[in-house]
């Protein structure tokens, strides 16, 4: 899979080869990244490369798929989408963006291009997103998309021996412009 999002920015399909800079670039954010989501505190070049296998098989299967964020050559994050719901023509999308690519509108152009994906090519009727309360930043990447706010999933993600809520945003097919 490859979707050119702009000048700049191209989704790939997530590939072994990407295993290595994949893994440098979540270590070097690890702490950010460990904020929010749940798997990046333990995360190696193992669950790196099984994270891709895993990806792989999904895009197989016509599940979805697990992208790179491809900006000038680098590695800059992942964005993909959880499996596919068929009976209910609905998924979930998922992403993080390394700190040096902040603030460039990478990940809303990412997303977006996701979302249209969704919409255009799969037929999907509905897109949520989960969002920690305190990520802001996602939180308004999903405004910015025309994702609505439908409440608050309560401790649903599970960080280690605690659970933590969510926002669940949508957005519908009816709904993109």
């Known amino acids: 899979m490859l979707i050119r999002v702009r000048g ?3 989704l790939r399909s997530a590939a072994p080869a990407h295993a290595p800079e994949l893994d440098a670039l979540i270590a070097a954010d690890r702490e950010r990244l460990a904020r929010f989501m749940p798997w990046a505190a333990g995360q190696t070049i193992e669950t790196t490369r099984a994270f891709i296998a ?8 016509n599940d979805g798929f697990q ?5 000038d050559g680098e590695l800059a994050g992942t964005a993909g989408f959880h499996r596919i719901d068929r009976a209910n023509l609905s998924t979930s999308i998922g992403y993080w963006l390394g700190s040096a690519y902040e603030g460039r509108g990478l990940m809303t152009a990412a997303v977006g291009a996701l979302v249209d994906h969704a919409f255009r ?5 509905r897109l949520e997103l989960r969002i920690a309360p305190d990520n ?14 439908e409440g608050v999933l309560r401790e649903s993600e599970r960080f280690g021996d605690e659970y933590r809520d969510l926002i669940m945003h949508s957005l519908l097919a009816s709904e993109r412009s």
Do not use: K, N, P
């Not at 992208?67 to 900006?71: F, K």
């Open 8 to 10: 700049d920015l191209e």
């Open 54 to 61: 895993r990806a792989l098989q999904q895009e197989a299967e």
């Open 136 to 149: 802001d930043r996602s939180r308004a990447l999903a405004a910015r998309l025309g994702f609505r706010e």
């Open 121 to 125: 090519a799969w037929g999907l009727h």
């Open 67 to 71: 992208a790179v964020l491809v900006v």
